[in-house]
């Protein structure tokens, strides 16, 4: 991961502890959530203030979260905000943290002034001793409070604020008075002041974890389902309508358009299909070239195009399909016929507008894994491991790809891919609602954009 690190393709915008008065800080927060302490002098946290300087000095890289389901987090700084969220167990994590830095920016700004701030991601949920039990993650709730407990005090010397305001005798209750004296020396004047940090609840209907394989959970579709990684025999009975294996095909796509949550890359607006097609193949055939020993170094679209050439009919079924509808697009050739069973048809959608389009994206990179750059955007976790299974040759082309075309213009190249990012006031997520039983599924796609199937109900 060496040559990750130093292009700033892993691990890139951590904000760095170096100063003594932040390392102390560091510590005192972790002794208090997890009872151990760090002699390095110097790291780097991410969003929740995980470090893997840390975690690899603890031996335990998931030292702020052990049970894999209440993630804990130290704040130092709001600067953490713009920070990646590593070793991440839930893909909702990272945006709740967000979410909660910028709604209590000023406070926090007030509080890491002064001391670290520590808290925990917490649900109903303590353990995942089964699959089912992920189902009783409904929401998640942020409580948080100084080191020193200054949000505490400061709910507490307001309540004896109110209780001295209140009492026709309060000015004479000599130890009232100096229990308010005491707590202001801590909080300062919260009647000019306020320092308030209120725990903030969100609700997770949809969401994707890492644990048992690797499951996509969508409980607010209109017809509710869990994708899953591993064979669903391994995971019990799920108490969700539809539980469909990411190698059903035809009954993951089926699903997919029964939602409305996918769309075309040929029929998207505003995107430069062609070149998006090319890049699509470019990708193929260095995972073919790198298969064949062929030397990366180096090479061009022209080369690549030359290994095309040389396989000629030998070329993968995704390079052919994404050609057919290159070739329909430039030219108005044949209509292309790419079914769900064909393995280019996962690679030619992408996600529709919508609260979910992240995880949705972050489904179809793992059903187009050949796409290394929408790999790298929607789903880094599992790009770092297929990247430690690659060989030298297509890392060193991938790693000099990304930091040629994605890293210097991040926001456009996602823009040009996915669409533009939902609005703050997105629409609110449906209601769920109760769907029948479903046994399978029979597709009868004619092209790339995702025709409805027919369902054996």
């Not at 292009?7 to 904000?15: H, P």
């Not at 209440?70 to 070793?87: E, M, S, V, W, Y």
Request: a neutral charge.
């Amino acid at each position: 991961m060496k040559r990750l690190i130093e292009k700033g393709l892993m691990f890139g915008n951590l904000v760095e502890v170096s100063s003594p008065a932040l390392v102390e800080r560091y510590n005192r927060a972790l002794k208090h959530l997890t009872g151990r302490t760090t002699d390095l002098p110097d790291f780097h946290i991410d969003i929740s203030g995980y470090s893997p300087e840390v975690g690899d000095a603890l031996g335990d890289d998931l030292y702020l979260n052990p049970d894999g389901a209440n993630r804990q987090f130290i704040l130092l700084t709001t600067a953490q905000k713009h920070a990646p969220l590593l070793n991440a167990q839930f893909s909702t994590a990272r945006g709740i943290l967000r979410q909660f830095i910028d709604a209590n920016e000023a406070q926090l700004f007030a509080l890491t002034a002064r001391d670290a701030v520590a808290g925990e991601l917490s649900n109903t949920v303590y353990e995942l001793g089964n699959p089912a039990r992920l189902f009783d993650i409904r929401r998640v709730t942020v409580e948080a409070d100084t080191i020193g407990g200054h949000v505490a005090d400061a709910g507490k010397l307001a309540r004896l604020i109110e209780r001295f305001r209140a009492e026709p005798d309060g000015w004479r209750d000599d130890v009232l008075i100096a229990e308010m004296i005491a707590l202001a020396k801590k909080t300062g004047d919260v009647t000019r002041v306020p320092i308030a940090l209120p725990a903030m609840s969100f609700e997770q209907p949809n969401f994707w974890t890492s644990h048992f394989g690797g499951l996509y959970i969508f409980r607010a579709a209109k017809a509710p389902g869990a994708i899953t990684v591993a064979p669903p025999e391994t995971l019990g009975t799920l108490p969700i309508a539809h539980t469909i294996w990411t190698r059903q095909r035809n009954m993951l796509a089926d699903w997919m358009a029964r939602n409305a949550l996918v769309e075309s890359i040929v029929t998207a607006r505003g995107m430069d299909v062609a070149a998006i097609l090319r890049q699509k193949m470019d990708f193929v055939l260095v995972s073919v070239a790198d298969q064949l020993g062929i030397s990366l170094a180096g090479a061009t679209r022209t080369d690549l195009r030359g290994i095309a050439r040389r396989l000629g009919s030998a070329l993968p079924e995704e390079f052919k399909g994404l050609a057919e509808v290159l070739r329909w697009a430039e030219t108005g050739g044949d209509w292309p016929q790419i079914s769900s069973e064909h393995p280019a048809y996962f690679y030619l959608l992408r996600a529709t507008q919508g609260p979910d389009k992240g995880l949705v994206n972050m489904l179809l990179s793992e059903l187009s894994p050949l796409d290394v750059r929408q790999l790298y955007i929607c789903h880094k976790e599992l790009f770092y491991r297929s990247y430690a299974t690659w060989s030298d040759n297509k890392r060193q082309w991938v790693a000099e790809f990304l930091e040629r075309e994605y890293k210097i213009d991040k926001a456009g190249a996602r823009a040009a891919l996915f669409g533009p990012e939902p609005a703050m006031d997105e629409t609110p997520r449906p209601a769920p609602q109760p769907a029948g039983p479903w046994t399978g599924a029979r597709l009868e796609a004619v092209g790339p954009w995702g025709a409805v199937g027919k369902a054996r109900r």
